[in-house]
């Protein structure tokens, strides 16, 4: 079955763009590179041309995320599948491809709305090593897993996104049922994957950003303990404190960032497990600091992802 295979890269729009630009290199660690325009730039965290596209618009929220298909074959069934499928489904020109740096890419909407890319033939530079922006004991795992993992908004309801990322060969389930006092419903986050990754993206936390958080992960668990001082030393608000998840079992901690959500670092992640099960809470820490997330966001359980 046509299905997708990793998150590739995403765009991001930003307000202060000089803000973003040290806050990746000496904060998270990651590659700088220069934008095709004054106003945008890219960051690498491995040899791939880059995974992170900013452009300073304004917005400071997710612009669009691109998921990967094998090759050209599985570009054309995805195409026709989706298209089968009555979804709006858009080819890019060449110059749309050239600007993302890949082979091809077609463009459409989650049913939340939610820009998304599809694209196969990613411009990896195995020549130019990545060079990360500050000290680093290992480095980020991608691999076949991707780039990482983001929780985004959903408002189409979780049966309907469900439907929706499954059509793209995407599977997952309802990870924390989180019981809340005094409501008859619990409080649902669901979480999909499409590789080893335990999960690529996740729904569910409040929020009026398309965007909850990126996590990153690395090889080497001292780089979450490097980090987390890295956070503490320039003063950037934690939003979570470290612990390790329930579902992936990563252990791993929440920043604020200068576009007011999430960078989540971790290390440890199991693989994904293919079947599905559900938990009420993280296995240990991972507690919200309210002052910091309720002043930026909405707020977020204990448990939350
Ligand atoms: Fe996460």
Redesign the pocket.
């Known amino acids: 079955m046509t299905h997708v295979t990793e998150l590739g890269y995403v765009g991001l729009g930003v307000k202060d763009l000089a803000a973003w630009e040290r806050f990746a290199a000496e904060i998270v660690g990651l590659e700088v590179v220069a934008g095709e325009t004054p106003a945008s730039r890219f960051l690498r965290l491995d040899t791939w041309h880059h995974r992170i596209i900013l452009e300073e618009d304004g917005t400071d929220d997710l612009s669009f995320l691109g998921l990967r298909v094998a090759g050209v074959l599985e570009f054309r069934a995805m195409h026709d599948k989706l298209r089968d499928a009555g979804i709006a489904v858009r080819m890019g020109h060449f110059e749309e491809a050239a600007a993302r740096h890949v082979l091809e890419v077609m463009s459409l909407e989650d049913p939340s709305g939610i820009p998304l890319e599809i694209f196969h033939g990613p411009h990896v530079q195995p020549d130019k090593p990545f060079y990360p922006g500050r000290r680093m004991h290992g480095r980020f795992k991608t691999g076949d897993g991707g780039l990482g993992?983001l929780?985004m908004r959903q408002t189409a309801g979780l049966e309907a996104t469900h439907a929706f990322y499954s059509l793209l060969g995407m599977r997952g389930s309802i990870e924390y049922r989180i019981p809340v006092p005094n409501l008859p419903r619990p409080f649902d986050l669901m979480f999909m994957h499409c590789n080893s990754r335990d999960h690529t993206i996740?729904f569910g936390a409040p929020g009026k950003k398309r965007i909850n958080?990126l996590?990153f992960e690395f090889d080497c668990f001292d780089d979450v303990g490097l980090s987390h001082e890295i956070v503490q030393r320039n003063k950037v608000p934690v939003g979570i404190a470290p612990g390790r998840?329930a579902n992936d079992e990563?252990y791993?901690f929440y920043f604020m960032n200068p576009s007011n959500w999430m960078i989540?670092l971790g290390w440890g992640a199991r693989p994904a497990t293919h079947q599905s099960e559900y938990y009420q809470r993280d296995t240990y820490g991972h507690e919200a600091q309210s002052g910091v997330v309720n002043a930026n966001m909405e707020p977020v359980t204990k448990a939350a992802?």
Do not use: G, K, R, T
């Open positions: 993992h929780m996740a958080h996590m998840h990563m791993s989540e992802e």
